[in-house]
């Protein structure tokens, strides 16, 4: 079948705002996916609530609506647009789970419009357990002995044939969530209610685990006429048992002899067509490392995170040829870009290995549980291309950016063999590091696999890291020496530490002896054919395929993975610098290792070089590429971090240099600096010990904010109240020496401006106004664009001031500033020179692409020649709400508690004509139903009771009762509010926390006991909140902010 | 070890097979792009005479297995590959691939830029190579690279005398045997068929008399117009039986029915090419292994018709008669390595063979 000229407009479904489970890759594929409905003359409309993404720009689809992603949305859009098809298989499972309940519906068929890239029927057959279950078994291919239950006592029946280890996986969730293994009963009834609950439709399937089997996914492409390839296939490093989400994975497969490989093709090509998918298609089998056996785990019927990471893995844009093919193209038909020469209907061959390693975000959650199983808990991943496993293995490793940059663990340098073997039982996300240890100080590679059930192919490459850890030791660097460590993927920085010389030294001798990298290609097709596309990898070989052209370039280095504090804001701003590069005639070269990301597509720069963000890795690009300079304030905390390092190899950095960064971290110069410019910032010291630290709180007063200097996304920072909370924040939080800073904590409205400068003039494009009050991170922060209650004075301020610290910083660039305003002053709380991650949104909301605009500036062109007049941008006429989305449910044992320290994964936008319009929206499209009736348990700080009682009484007014405990209960019951009293926890079968767990509470309101401490019934209830799925605010601004969505929403209701 | 190619280029690596008994090793020098399936390349017959780069960097992880021989005895000359595995794992493996070289006498070259070879076989064209130690000179490989290469590997590798392979009550098949891979063989016994594996130069008379009921053409090394006695042979054959040919079968079967057959720049090696069928407008992904090509031009004015075409380079895949009930692909149905995709083809042939 040819391309079907009916469809004419399109509609496509994004996948909303970042959670765990569904991330940046989705941006990918949206973004690739409508530009070539685009090439194909389709006109195409877009929802997603997420502002963040590059999907959503102006120049992107025809039409974009920032609206909450729900049916009655979508239904809106469609009257409003009238298009003949919609592509729902490019937003993750948020999309196609409102297609399906758009299709169970009817209501494409009574409207006419084809549902593009999948049916219906395919939807519930590879979605619905029960249904896929049967299908296999129609087509014959085995799966695991299961069973759907609906449940405890059919679940507890089904164990009893088995046994245990159960897997439990719900149905229809994102990345499992409420999933997990069971060895036991009490563990099996704990999973069984969270993953009932998790499921929309209360399903979940209890399964025998097949923990230990090899783990093989296969990425497919199908067309109408019933074309199949695999574009990749993939071999999970940790066997079954490890969410894939949550798995190192390599590609191609390493480990499958040719019959493996073929048999489970033939299976997952079985199994595509026998769903009719016209489109991307992932299984995922699990094979018996012992013989032939295997079972088919699961299929995704659209493009997904595997799909992302097999199109950067091979070149293959599953996407766009997906996209052509929900138009009704067939893949003969479709060049394959790559090439240019050849067609799209073929498969793949690689040349070199990919090791994927996930991203977790435990450094942010110290106290999560961190044992890895069926629920993923990884908020990105990293990808490295190399041509033996131990180079890409180390290179994924330093692309990681968690300070090990090599196999190294200091935590396991204590332990002896049977303490290392008990920590990699643990199986938690260092188990690689662990490993690494335990294979240096004799454990046998047997052992390992015995006790993890890793391949030993993989357990023996690792070994071999650690032999030429110990020639390092032993021998001299003679040249075939450190060629073998530089093949083998070591960096200078991990030989001179191992040697324990400069690293100045290793380089030296690596330059004498002429040992550097080249660039190879990912072509798609081994060096079959000619391809024109320029994305690199390095190893150490002899020929480089990567010629510099003869223009200017500009590197742009990229931000890595997505992790908490660093998301996918910073890959937008990474784009729009390379467009803004190539709209200057000049030649934009990305630097990057994130697989899910618009960045590192093919098509994006000039050169893409997938590699680590690590100097070393960078520094051999800029000999190579000779560029006129680096930049590197969009790619975050990674990109500032190399600055110094790039300078003080005479690399020119273009609009953040090392000086001006240090002056904003420094705090003596920072101080200095703004005292100088006489402008105001809460009172602040530094500390490097705890002696210190308590001498200089007696003279600040408390309550304090403390921090570690340069870090991300507030990570570790804490607001201590007394002295004995800031001696646990020493004795647990602050690393050794490391400094401290102290500011008073000033509880006010918080704003944030992010404002361009060309080094002689400041364009602000807008201001944000943050509506939970100091003392919470921005990032977790509901922000309203234009400001809402600052008053004139103070924004005036905000703009003077933001004026003269750019200009006297003489940065060139973007810059953003956060500010506390009490009693109608403003004082500075931070300032970051680079690109922030509210870039993006306030690009959306006030139509300036400022990542563009500064890029521009850094490039010479100023502010006037670019047509911007200096000063605040007039506000937009509508109001627009940035919520933070969180992934709370995905994270056993993390305190959901709002602080300094950032937790948010995502963010989403609501936009309208006023603000409790807007702020409805918001709520909804962050995945907050705004409930207009029901039950809230009411746990209150004392010091908040008074000022809550008229919150109460609006949440009364619009149709909520009251849920809480004696004391509160009197309180509430005094001003007249219908509450029923609940026994504190533990003090009755029927406490607060079975009320959540029974699911009579509909939303939470919790201030107390904002402590680390786990035991703290603060901690309980938020927890239990979050394991049930229960809004839970711990913010009376937001429970503020909430109420506002509410009554719109019943006034909406009456009208 | 180092290897010369015919362009002056030098490759420095380590020998990890067999040592090279003489002082240079000269050989035709070809690429495959196959991830998978290292034993079932190198053992193919078709590789006669030939070094093989495997464009795979990590060659040998799963070892070497008694179920993947495709011939007993590999006939290439050399290996070529940028890492070859000494710890391989795998549950059916039953030596390494190191074992498995040095047993077989091929010495395999490893820690070069692969790479850059196939580019420079791409680009230049599939070309002469000479292997040699260290220590011998580069003009003596120079020297070697004069010399001509061997010719008619064919009747090397083809079976020597009549080989049965008894299904009782089943239709019989001639397998004509040019380099046959295993797998072609076992499909047919796997379908129930009784097989006869005959030597590459079996008369028609001698064909006539085990009265068989199909004819396979195996695949096999070399240039076919080498077979230019048994071109007759087929174009008997083709009258009497339902004829199936594969690889070297369907050149063969080409020049049997006057079509010609010419040199292709670097072959097609791998498991990834796309195969047009025509009538049906489906693409199949296929296994290849194939340096000369049947011309699409000289098929124009014969008894045949040209049934598929490869999407890479709109090369001739699949041959018809027009008139007897004979076909021919130019690739790999059999697979081993490389996808199945096409192993429905055996059925049709089985079908027609039935029906006859």
Same mark, same amino acid.
């Given at each position: 079948?040819?391309?079907?000229?009916?469809?004419?407009?399109?509609?496509?479904?994004?996948?909303?705002?970042?959670?765990?489970?569904?991330?940046?890759? %989705?941006?990918?594929?949206?973004?690739?996916?409508?530009?070539?409905?685009?090439?194909?003359?389709?006109?195409?409309?877009?929802? #997603?609530? #997420?502002?963040?993404?590059?999907?959503?720009?102006?120049?992107?689809?025809?039409?974009?609506?920032?609206?909450?992603?729900?049916?009655?949305?979508?239904?809106?859009?469609?009257?409003?647009?009238?298009?003949?098809?919609?592509?729902?298989?490019?937003?993750?499972?948020?999309?196609?789970?409102?297609?399906?309940?758009?299709?169970?519906?009817?209501?494409?068929?009574?409207?006419?419009?084809?549902?593009?890239?999948?049916?219906?029927?395919?939807?519930?057959?590879?979605?619905?357990?029960?249904?896929?279950?049967?299908?296999?078994?129609?087509?014959?291919?085995?799966?695991?002995?299961?069973?759907?239950?609906?449940?405890?006592?059919?679940?507890?029946?089904?164990?009893?044939?088995?046994?245990?280890?159960?897997?439990?996986?719900?149905?229809?969730?994102?990345?499992?969530?409420?999933?997990?293994?069971?060895?036991?009963?009490?563990?099996?009834?704990?999973?069984?209610?969270?993953? @009932?609950?998790?499921?929309?439709?209360?399903?979940?399937?209890?399964?025998?685990?097949?923990?230990?089997?090899?783990?093989?996914?296969?990425?497919?492409?199908?067309?109408?006429?019933?074309?199949?390839?695999?574009?990749?296939?993939?071999?999970?490093?940790?066997?079954?048992?490890?969410?894939?989400?949550?798995?190192?994975?390599?590609?191609?497969?390493?480990?499958?002899?040719?019959?493996?490989?073929?048999?489970?093709?033939?299976?997952?090509?079985?199994?595509?067509?026998?769903?009719?998918?016209?489109?991307?298609?992932?299984?995922?089998?699990?094979?018996?490392?012992?013989?032939?056996?295997?079972?088919?785990?699961?299929?995704?019927?659209?493009?997904?995170?595997?799909?992302?990471?097999?199109?950067?893995?091979?070149?293959?844009?599953?996407?766009?040829?997906?996209?052509?093919?929900?138009?009704?193209?067939?893949?003969?038909?479709?060049?394959?870009?790559?090439?240019?020469?050849?067609?799209?209907? %073929?498969?793949?061959?690689?040349?070199?290995?990919?090791?994927?390693?996930?991203?977790?975000?435990?450094?942010?959650?110290?106290?999560?549980?961190?044992?890895?199983?069926?629920?993923?808990?990884?908020?990105?991943?990293?990808?490295?291309?190399?041509?033996?496993?131990?180079?890409?293995?180390?290179?994924?490793?330093?692309?990681?950016?968690?300070?090990?940059?090599?196999?190294?663990?200091?935590?396991?340098?204590?332990?002896?063999?049977?303490?290392?073997?008990?920590?990699?039982?643990?199986?938690?996300?260092?188990?690689?590091?662990?490993?690494?240890?335990?294979?240096?100080?004799?454990?046998?590679?047997?052992?390992?696999?015995?006790?993890?059930?890793?391949?030993?192919?993989?357990?023996?490459?690792?070994? #071999?890291?650690?032999?030429?850890?110990?020639?390092?030791?032993?021998?001299?660097?003679?040249?075939?020496?450190?060629?073998?460590?530089?093949?083998?993927?070591?960096?200078?920085?991990?030989?001179?530490? @191992?040697?324990?010389?400069?690293?100045?030294?290793?380089?030296?001798?690596?330059?004498?002896?002429?040992?550097?990298?080249?660039?190879?290609?990912?072509?798609?097709?081994?060096?079959?054919?000619?391809?024109?596309?320029?994305?690199?990898?390095?190893?150490?070989?002899?020929?480089?395929?990567?010629?510099?052209?003869?223009?200017?370039?500009?590197?742009?280095?990229?931000?890595?993975?997505?992790?908490?504090?660093?998301?996918?804001?910073?890959?937008?701003?990474?784009?729009?610098?390379?467009?803004?590069?190539?709209?200057?005639?000049?030649?934009?070269?990305?630097?990057?290792?994130?697989?899910?990301?618009?960045?590192?597509?093919?098509?994006?720069?000039?050169?893409?070089?997938?590699?680590?963000?690590?100097?070393?890795?960078?520094?051999?690009?800029?000999?190579?590429?000779?560029?006129?300079?680096?930049?590197?304030?969009?790619?975050?905390? &990674?990109?500032?971090?190399?600055?110094?390092?790039?300078?003080?190899?005479?690399?020119?950095?273009?609009?953040?240099?090392?000086?001006?960064?240090?002056?904003?971290?420094?705090?003596?110069?920072?101080?200095?600096?703004?005292?100088?410019?006489?402008?105001?910032?809460?009172?602040?010291?530094?500390? &490097?010990?705890?002696?210190?630290?308590?001498?200089?709180?007696?003279?600040?007063?408390?309550?304090?904010?403390?921090?570690?200097?340069?870090?991300?996304?507030?990570?570790?920072?804490?607001?201590?109240?007394?002295?004995?909370?800031?001696?646990?924040?020493?004795?647990?939080?602050?690393?050794?020496?490391?400094?401290?800073?102290?500011?008073?904590?000033?509880?006010?409205?918080?704003?944030?401006?992010?404002?361009?400068?060309?080094?002689?003039?400041?364009?602000?494009?807008?201001?944000?106004?943050?509506?939970?009050?100091?003392?919470?991170? !921005?990032?977790?922060?509901?922000?309203?664009?234009?400001?809402?209650?600052?008053?004139?004075?103070?924004?005036?301020?905000?703009?003077?001031? &933001?004026?003269?610290?750019?200009?006297?910083?003489?940065?060139?660039?973007?810059?953003?500033?956060? %500010?506390?305003?009490?009693?109608?002053?403003?004082?500075?709380?931070?300032?970051?020179?680079?690109?922030?991650?509210?870039?993006?949104?306030?690009?959306?909301?006030?139509?300036?692409?400022?990542?563009?605009?500064?890029?521009?500036?850094?490039?010479?062109?100023?502010?006037?020649?670019?047509?911007?007049?200096?000063?605040?941008?007039?506000?937009?006429?509508?109001?627009?709400?940035?919520?933070?989305?969180?992934?709370?449910?995905?994270?056993?044992?993390?305190?959901?508690?709002?602080?300094?320290?950032?937790? !948010?994964?995502?963010?989403?936008?609501?936009?309208?004509?006023?603000?409790?319009?807007?702020?409805?929206?918001?709520?909804?499209?962050?995945?907050?139903?705004?409930?207009?009736?029901?039950?809230?348990?009411?746990?209150?700080?004392?010091?908040?009771?008074?000022?809550?009682?008229?919150?109460?009484?609006?949440?009364?007014?619009?149709?909520?009762?009251?849920?809480?405990?004696?004391?509160?209960?009197?309180?509430?019951?005094?001003?007249?509010?219908?509450?029923?009293?609940?026994?504190?926890?533990?003090?009755?079968?029927?406490?607060?926390?079975?009320?959540?767990?029974?699911?009579?509470?509909?939303?939470?309101?919790?201030?107390?006991?904002?402590?680390?401490?786990?035991?703290?019934?603060?901690?309980?209830?938020?927890?239990?909140?979050?394991?049930?799925?229960?809004?839970?605010? &711990?913010?009376?601004?937001?429970?503020?902010?909430?109420?506002?969505?509410?009554?719109?929403?019943?006034?909406?209701?009456?009208? | 070890?180092?290897?010369?190619?015919?362009?002056?280029?030098?490759?420095?690596?380590?020998?990890?097979?067999?040592?090279?008994?003489?002082?240079?090793?000269? !050989?035709?020098?070809?690429?495959?792009?196959?991830?998978?399936?290292?034993?079932?390349?190198?053992?193919?017959? !078709?590789?006669?005479?030939?070094?093989?780069?495997?464009?795979?960097?990590?060659?040998?992880?799963?070892?070497?297995?008694?179920?993947?021989?495709?011939?007993?005895?590999?006939?290439?000359?050399?290996?070529?590959?940028?890492?070859?595995?000494?710890?391989?794992?795998?549950?059916?493996?039953?030596?390494?691939?190191?074992?498995?070289?040095?047993?077989?006498?091929?010495?395999?070259?490893?820690?070069?830029?692969?790479?850059?070879?196939?580019?420079?076989?791409?680009?230049?064209?599939?070309?002469?190579?000479?292997?040699?130690?260290?220590?011998?000179?580069?003009?003596?490989?120079?020297?070697?690279?004069?010399?001509?290469?061997?010719?008619?590997?064919?009747?090397?590798?083809?079976?020597?005398?009549?080989?049965?392979?008894?299904?009782?009550?089943?239709?019989?098949?001639?397998?004509?045997?040019?380099?046959?891979?295993?797998?072609?063989?076992?499909?047919?016994?796997?379908?129930?068929?009784?097989?006869?594996?005959?030597?590459?130069?079996?008369?028609?008379?001698?064909?006539?008399?085990?009265?068989?009921?199909?004819?396979?053409?195996?695949?096999?090394?070399?240039?076919?117009?080498?077979?230019?006695?048994?071109?007759?042979?087929?174009?008997?054959?083709?009258?009497?039986?339902?004829?199936?040919?594969?690889?070297?079968?369907?050149?063969?079967?080409?020049?049997?029915?006057?079509?010609?057959?010419?040199?292709?720049?670097?072959?097609?090696?791998?498991?990834?090419?796309?195969?047009?069928?025509?009538?049906?407008?489906?693409?199949?992904?296929?296994?290849?292994?194939?340096?000369?090509?049947?011309?699409?031009?000289?098929?124009?004015?014969?008894?045949?018709?040209?049934?598929?075409?490869?999407?890479?380079?709109?090369?001739?895949?699949?041959?018809?008669?027009?008139?007897?009930?004979?076909?021919?692909?130019?690739?790999?149905?059999?697979?081993?390595?490389?996808?199945?995709?096409?192993?429905?083809?055996?059925?049709?042939?089985?079908?027609?063979?039935?029906?006859?």
């Amino acid at each position: 079948m040819a391309l079907d000229k009916t469809i004419k407009k399109v509609l496509v479904i994004g996948s909303g705002p970042i959670v765990i489970g569904q991330a940046a890759e %989705f941006d990918y594929s949206g973004t690739q996916a409508i530009e070539s409905l685009k090439e194909e003359g389709v006109e195409v409309v877009l929802i #997603n609530s #997420n502002p963040a993404t590059i999907m959503t720009d102006p120049e992107v689809a025809d039409k974009v609506y920032m609206e909450p992603l729900e049916a009655e949305f979508i239904k809106k859009i469609i009257f409003k647009e009238r298009p003949d098809g919609v592509l729902p298989t490019m937003g993750g499972q948020t999309a196609l789970n409102l297609a399906l309940e758009l299709a169970r519906e009817g209501f494409f068929e009574k409207e006419g419009i084809k549902l593009l890239g999948v049916n219906l029927k395919t939807i519930e057959d590879a979605e619905d357990r029960e249904l896929f279950k049967q299908l296999m078994a129609k087509i014959g291919e085995p799966t695991p002995e299961s069973k759907s239950v609906e449940c405890l006592e059919d679940a507890l029946k089904f164990v009893e044939t088995t046994g245990y280890p159960i897997i439990v996986r719900p149905a229809f969730t994102l990345g499992g969530t409420g999933g997990g293994i069971a060895s036991n009963e009490e563990e099996f009834k704990t999973i069984i209610g969270s993953a @009932l609950k998790n499921s929309p439709i209360n399903q979940c399937l209890v399964e025998k685990s097949l923990a230990g089997f090899k783990e093989i996914e296969y990425e497919i492409v199908r067309d109408s006429k019933d074309n199949c390839i695999v574009v990749c296939n993939m071999e999970n490093l940790d066997p079954v048992g490890i969410h894939t989400g949550d798995s190192i994975v390599v590609a191609p497969s390493q480990t499958l002899n040719d019959r493996e490989y073929q048999m489970l093709r033939d299976a997952s090509l079985k199994i595509v067509r026998s769903l009719a998918i016209e489109g991307g298609c992932n299984v995922q089998i699990a094979l018996d490392p012992k013989s032939q056996n295997y079972y088919i785990i699961e299929v995704n019927p659209r493009v997904s995170r595997s799909s992302a990471l097999a199109s950067k893995a091979t070149g293959y844009p599953i996407a766009k040829v997906a996209a052509k093919i929900a138009l009704g193209k067939t893949m003969d038909e479709i060049t394959n870009p790559i090439t240019g020469s050849t067609c799209a209907c %073929f498969e793949p061959s690689l040349d070199y290995i990919v090791v994927k390693i996930p991203r977790w975000p435990f450094d942010k959650f110290q106290k999560a549980q961190r044992r890895l199983g069926t629920q993923m808990m990884a908020t990105g991943e990293t990808m490295a291309i190399g041509t033996n496993f131990e180079e890409a293995l180390l290179k994924a490793v330093r692309s990681l950016e968690i300070k090990r940059p090599h196999l190294w663990i200091t935590e396991a340098h204590d332990f002896n063999k049977s303490e290392l073997k008990a920590k990699i039982n643990e199986q938690d996300d260092d188990r690689i590091f662990y490993i690494a240890h335990a294979l240096r100080i004799g454990v046998t590679t047997h052992e390992l696999h015995e006790l993890t059930k890793i391949d030993l192919w993989f357990l023996e490459k690792i070994k #071999n890291i650690i032999s030429l850890e110990e020639r390092v030791k032993s021998e001299d660097l003679h040249p075939e020496l450190l060629h073998e460590l530089k093949r083998r993927g070591f960096s200078d920085y991990a030989i001179s530490t @191992l040697k324990d010389v400069d690293i100045e030294f290793v380089e030296r001798k690596r330059k004498e002896h002429n040992i550097k990298p080249v660039y190879k290609m990912v072509d798609t097709c081994a060096a079959e054919f000619t391809s024109q596309t320029p994305y690199f990898y390095s190893t150490y070989a002899d020929e480089n395929e990567s010629i510099p052209s003869s223009k200017d370039s500009i590197i742009v280095l990229g931000s890595g993975p997505i992790r908490i504090g660093q998301g996918i804001e910073f890959d937008c701003a990474t784009v729009h610098a390379v467009k803004a590069i190539q709209e200057m005639g000049m030649d934009a070269i990305v630097i990057n290792n994130n697989p899910e990301t618009v960045s590192t597509d093919y098509d994006v720069s000039d050169r893409l070089y997938f590699e680590p963000l690590h100097l070393e890795d960078v520094m051999n690009i800029v000999e190579l590429e000779k560029p006129i300079g680096v930049i590197a304030q969009f790619g975050g905390q &990674t990109a500032i971090n190399l600055v110094q390092g790039l300078e003080a190899k005479g690399v020119k950095v273009l609009g953040a240099a090392h000086e001006i960064v240090d002056t904003c971290e420094n705090r003596q110069s920072w101080e200095k600096f703004l005292t100088n410019l006489k402008i105001a910032q809460p009172l602040g010291l530094t500390a &490097t010990s705890l002696i210190q630290a308590k001498e200089k709180a007696k003279e600040l007063g408390y309550p304090l904010m403390l921090r570690p200097s340069y870090v991300i996304g507030g990570q570790a920072m804490q607001i201590v109240y007394d002295q004995d909370e800031l001696q646990s924040y020493f004795s647990e939080i602050a690393e050794s020496n490391s400094e401290i800073l102290m500011d008073r904590y000033m509880i006010g409205v918080e704003a944030e401006v992010d404002a361009i400068c060309d080094g002689k003039e400041v364009f602000i494009p807008g201001i944000l106004e943050h509506i939970e009050r100091a003392g919470i991170h !921005s990032g977790d922060s509901f922000a309203v664009y234009p400001p809402q209650t600052i008053s004139e004075k103070a924004l005036n301020q905000m703009v003077e001031i &933001t004026t003269k610290i750019a200009k006297n910083l003489g940065h060139i660039g973007m810059i953003n500033i956060q %500010f506390v305003i009490k009693k109608n002053e403003v004082y500075v709380i931070e300032v970051n020179p680079r690109a922030s991650r509210t870039a993006p949104f306030l690009s959306k909301v006030t139509s300036e692409p400022l990542a563009k605009i500064a890029t521009k500036a850094i490039l010479g062109i100023s502010l006037s020649e670019q047509g911007l007049t200096p000063g605040l941008k007039e506000p937009s006429p509508y109001v627009s709400v940035k919520a933070p989305v969180f992934s709370f449910a995905k994270l056993k044992a993390v305190d959901t508690a709002l602080g300094p320290e950032m937790k !948010s994964t995502g963010e989403a936008i609501g936009r309208d004509i006023d603000m409790k319009r807007a702020l409805e929206k918001a709520f909804r499209s962050a995945g907050i139903n705004v409930p207009t009736c029901g039950t809230i348990l009411v746990t209150l700080a004392d010091k908040h009771k008074t000022e809550t009682i008229p919150l109460l009484q609006r949440f009364h007014e619009c149709g909520f009762n009251f849920l809480a405990t004696e004391g509160t209960a009197k309180e509430l019951s005094l001003h007249g509010l219908p509450v029923r009293t609940v026994a504190k926890i533990g003090q009755s079968d029927t406490d607060l926390l079975s009320e959540i767990k029974k699911g009579q509470v509909d939303l939470i309101l919790n201030t107390i006991t904002k402590g680390k401490n786990v035991e703290s019934d603060g901690f309980k209830i938020r927890r239990a909140a979050a394991d049930n799925g229960t809004i839970c605010l &711990t913010s009376l601004d937001t429970a503020n902010a909430l109420v506002q969505a509410i009554e719109m929403r019943v006034l909406k209701a009456l009208e | 070890m180092k290897l010369m190619l015919e362009n002056g280029e030098i490759f420095h690596g380590k020998n990890f097979g067999a040592k090279i008994k003489e002082q240079t090793l000269l !050989s035709e020098l070809v690429f495959n792009t196959a991830m998978t399936g290292y034993q079932e390349v190198i053992t193919d017959p !078709s590789y006669c005479d030939q070094s093989i780069v495997m464009t795979y960097p990590m060659i040998g992880n799963y070892g070497i297995s008694n179920d993947d021989y495709e011939s007993l005895v590999p006939s290439c000359k050399a290996v070529v590959a940028k890492e070859f595995c000494e710890t391989p794992s795998h549950w059916n493996s039953g030596s390494s691939i190191k074992d498995f070289f040095l047993s077989h006498n091929i010495p395999a070259l490893m820690g070069v830029d692969t790479r850059k070879i196939v580019r420079i076989l791409r680009e230049q064209g599939s070309m002469k190579a000479v292997f040699a130690e260290d220590n011998v000179s580069d003009t003596v490989l120079a020297d070697a690279l004069k010399e001509q290469l061997a010719t008619n590997q064919i009747r090397r590798v083809s079976i020597k005398s009549p080989t049965h392979f008894p299904n009782r009550g089943a239709k019989r098949i001639v397998l004509l045997d040019f380099g046959y891979k295993k797998n072609i063989l076992n499909l047919l016994i796997e379908k129930e068929m009784d097989v006869i594996v005959v030597p590459w130069n079996t008369t028609i008379e001698e064909i006539n008399n085990y009265k068989p009921d199909g004819v396979v053409l195996s695949n096999g090394p070399g240039d076919p117009k080498d077979l230019h006695e048994v071109v007759p042979t087929v174009r008997q054959m083709q009258e009497l039986y339902p004829m199936f040919s594969i690889c070297m079968g369907h050149q063969v079967f080409a020049l049997a029915n006057s079509c010609d057959t010419h040199k292709l720049k670097f072959g097609h090696r791998g498991v990834n090419h796309p195969v047009k069928d025509l009538a049906s407008g489906k693409v199949f992904i296929t296994s290849q292994n194939h340096s000369y090509s049947v011309d699409p031009n000289s098929v124009e004015g014969t008894q045949l018709e040209i049934s598929q075409v490869s999407l890479n380079d709109n090369t001739v895949e699949g041959l018809k008669h027009k008139q007897y009930p004979a076909f021919s692909v130019q690739y790999h149905p059999e697979a081993s390595p490389g996808p199945s995709d096409t192993m429905f083809l055996f059925d049709n042939f089985i079908h027609t063979v039935k029906g006859a």
